[in-house]
T-cell receptor, first 113, second 118 residues
Framework: DQQVKQNSPSLSVQEGRISILNCDYT??????FLWYKKYPAEGPTFLIS?????DKNEDGRFTVFLNKSAKHLSLHIVPSQPGDSAVYFC????????????FGKGTSLLVTP | NAGVMQNPRHLVRRRGQEARLRCSPM?????VYWYRQLPEEGLKFMVY????????ESGMPKERFSAEFPKEGPSILRIQQVVRGDSAAYFC????????????????FGPGTRLTVL
């Protein structure tokens, strides 16, 4: 039962342009959302998070948008850089879930020069 | 390096053997989580522990898998009588825990242990 869905397995973007990674969720109890970045043979690295009381959070080149009514969030990277090429995981947690993170299957981003 | 440490990085076992995976959390972190990633899948939560306590093991298979986080030493994920379906990457994460905000949700991950069962 996949409660967090990333429907695009891959995305290719030119350097300098905007990358938009999407994530949908089904559990209305989720109230905290995170994005992780993962390189091959490494563990996920925390990027940015957002609480359900907000609809936007920004950190440098990374911005996360949350649309609670649509149960949708997105990660914007602008400008995209070749070093951003990695797999990006969306994750969510609920206050009654024992702190477990529910992950999507990931989107592989390729930023080309 | 104050990051989450996992060892071994790669582990090969034959069917029926035992696998022991170790995780040392970041300094100052008292909460440990184990996740499993099967090929082409996202990470799946297995278990959440604090020192000497299992807080949530809802994602742990009921048989052959166990986890501990002793007062001293690393957290251990133990898989008995491994089968081929146990082949996966196992990630450990840690967080500071405590009160005051959702910092406990910002889990910091180790590099993972890749288990191969022959």
């Amino acid at each position: 039962d996949q409660q967090v869905k990333q429907n695009s397995p891959s995305l290719s973007v030119q350097e300098g342009r905007i990358s938009i990674l999407n994530c949908d969720y089904t559990n209305s109890m989720f109230d905290y959302f995170l994005w992780y970045k993962k390189y091959p043979a490494e563990g996920p690295t925390f990027l940015i998070s957002i609480s359900s009381i907000k609809d936007k959070n920004e950190d440098g080149r990374f911005t996360v948008f949350l649309n609670k009514s649509a149960k949708h969030l997105s990660l914007h990277i602008v400008p995209s850089q070749p070093g951003d090429s990695a797999v990006y995981f969306c994750a969510a947690s609920a206050p009654n879930s024992g702190y477990a993170l529910n992950f999507g299957k990931g989107t592989s981003l390729l930023v080309t020069p | 390096n104050a990051g989450v440490m996992q060892n071994p990085r790669h582990l090969v076992r034959r069917r029926g053997q035992e696998a022991r995976l170790r995780c040392s959390p970041m300094k100052g972190h008292s909460h440990v989580y184990w996740y499993r990633q099967l090929p082409e899948e996202g990470l799946k939560f297995m278990v959440y522990l604090q020192k000497e306590n299992i807080i949530d093991e809802s994602g742990m298979p009921k048989e052959r898998f166990s986890a501990e986080f002793p007062k001293e030493g690393p957290s251990i994920l133990r898989i008995q009588q491994v089968v081929r379906g146990d082949s996966a990457a196992y990630f450990c994460a840690s967080s500071p825990g405590g009160t005051g905000g959702r910092s406990y949700n910002e889990q910091f991950f180790g590099p993972g242990t890749r288990l191969t069962v022959l």
